[in-house]
């Protein structure tokens, strides 16, 4: 197992992701396997990868408990336990639910501290709330640090850099490691690239989550595939995938959720060795990469003569991002999340089909029609 180091620890770089753990026969997402995900900490354990994530909503709640299950089994020194806290939902930033709901995480997990703990998902709607001083988050988790319940404290974020910086110029010098979604699919798609940047500048280890982008890079097309076997013909389509993130300056550690003793199996062997992509092989992978996303997107160069020209006023290229965002991925929590944190008026639903913008798009984009698109799919 490749490891690295972080302050006095070493850890291993391919960590346990408990966010799609194996289910029972014929279960929903609360009906976690127990007796599976044991024999895949099991093995986890057994090649080194001694690093368990997971958080207070996975599966239903229940993620918590059936890996505080599978660990109870290890002496507790013996592995690393990251949970988080459930800012994602505005509603758990509160002084009167902070404590409550740390003391039940531990509860869950059958612990006495974390390892890890992160403020869960930093973006548009929930980073004043989380920095409120009346809120007591950052207060309250600060002092469970210093108790020794948190081992180190760091945050997780799918807001966009200016949100991360908001964040880091606030509460930055308390932040150990900071985990984003990387992978080479976002790396411009979603400005990983600068997050990641920001992270370094600020020498911030970073960790990783989606580095398969929700599989999407683990089923490549064929000619996808094709274009990368030339240049690394026994590389599998996930291989590559790690490879990239093991080329990125500052990443510590990789996590994956794992659904089946063979998916961890595969990516144990993977982490065996570390293999950063050379020069050509990252253009090549970037170029594959860009390939997925204008098939499928619109392109907006963010020029902004549409902004001059919309009579409400809207962010037209910001709103674009995001419907390209949920168009590739098909769904997805983070458009509807940043949209969610604009004013009604500010919304793609507000957009009156004038269509001024269009009249000046250098691109000829029909953006009215893909706002109404976008409204319609947000409900």
Same mark, same amino acid.
């Given at each position: ?28 997402? #609360? ?19 001694? *690093?368990?994530?997971?958080?207070? !909503? ?31 939902? %505005?509603?758990?930033? $509160? ?19 974390? +390892? ?31 108790? =020794? ?11 966009? /850099? ?61 000619? #996808? ?17 790690? &490879? ?6 500052? %990443?510590? %550690?990789? /996590? ?33 990469? =860009?390939?997925?996303?204008?098939? $499928? ?10 902004? +001059?020209?919309?009579?409400? =006023? ?8 995001? *419907? ?5 991925? !098909? !769904? =997805? ?11 009604? +008026? ?12 269009? &009249? ?17 799919? /947000?409900?």
């Amino acid at each position: 197992m490749i490891t690295k180091q972080f302050q006095n620890l070493t850890l291993p770089q391919l960590g346990f992701g408990s966010m799609r753990l194996p289910l029972l026969p014929g279960g929903g997402d #609360e009906d976690a396997d127990q007796a599976a995900v044991d024999r895949m900490v099991d093995t986890a354990m057994a090649r080194g990868a001694n *690093y368990f994530d997971t958080a207070y !909503g996975y599966h239903g709640g229940k993620s918590e408990v059936v890996i505080g299950k599978a660990l109870s089994r290890y002496p507790r020194e013996s592995f690393f336990l990251a949970d988080k806290f459930p800012g994602y939902d %505005v509603d758990n930033i $509160r002084a009167d639910k902070v404590e409550a709901i740390f003391e039940e995480q531990l509860r869950r997990c059958g612990v006495e501290y974390f +390892d890890f703990y992160l403020f869960h998902n930093v973006y548009e709607r929930n980073v004043e709330p989380y920095l409120d001083p009346e809120n007591r988050v950052v207060e309250y988790l600060l002092e469970q640090k210093r108790n =020794g319940r948190i081992r180190h404290l760091g945050f997780s974020a799918h807001g966009a /850099l200016p949100v991360i910086r908001k964040f880091l110029d606030a509460v930055g010098e308390h932040m150990e490691f900071g985990q984003l979604q990387l992978n080479y699919l976002d790396w411009d798609f979603q400005q990983a690239r600068d997050k990641a940047a920001e992270l370094n500048r600020r020498n911030i280890p970073i960790w990783v989550m989606e580095p398969l982008r929700g599989g999407r890079l683990a089923r490549l097309t064929e000619e #996808e595939a094709e274009k990368l076997r030339a240049l690394r013909p026994g590389e599998s389509p996930v291989g590559w995938a790690f &490879r990239f993130l093991q080329s990125v300056p500052g %990443v510590t %550690v990789i /996590l994956s959720g794992m659904s089946s003793q063979e998916q961890l199996e595969d990516n144990l062997n993977l982490f065996e060795t570390e293999t950063p992509l050379t020069d050509a092989e990252m253009d090549a992978l970037l170029k594959v990469a =860009g390939g997925m996303v204008n098939s $499928r997107t619109l392109p907006c160069t963010a020029c902004r003569y549409c902004v +001059d020209h919309c009579p409400r =006023g809207l962010d037209i290229p910001n709103l674009l991002a995001l *419907y390209n965002e949920h168009t590739f991925t !098909g !769904g =997805g929590f983070i458009a509807p999340m940043a949209v969610g944190a604009l004013p009604e +008026d500010k919304r793609p639903s507000a957009c009156i089909g004038c269509r001024s913008c269009e &009249r000046v798009c250098p691109q000829q984009l029909k953006i009215s029609e893909a706002l109404a698109d976008f409204a319609r799919q /947000l409900g």
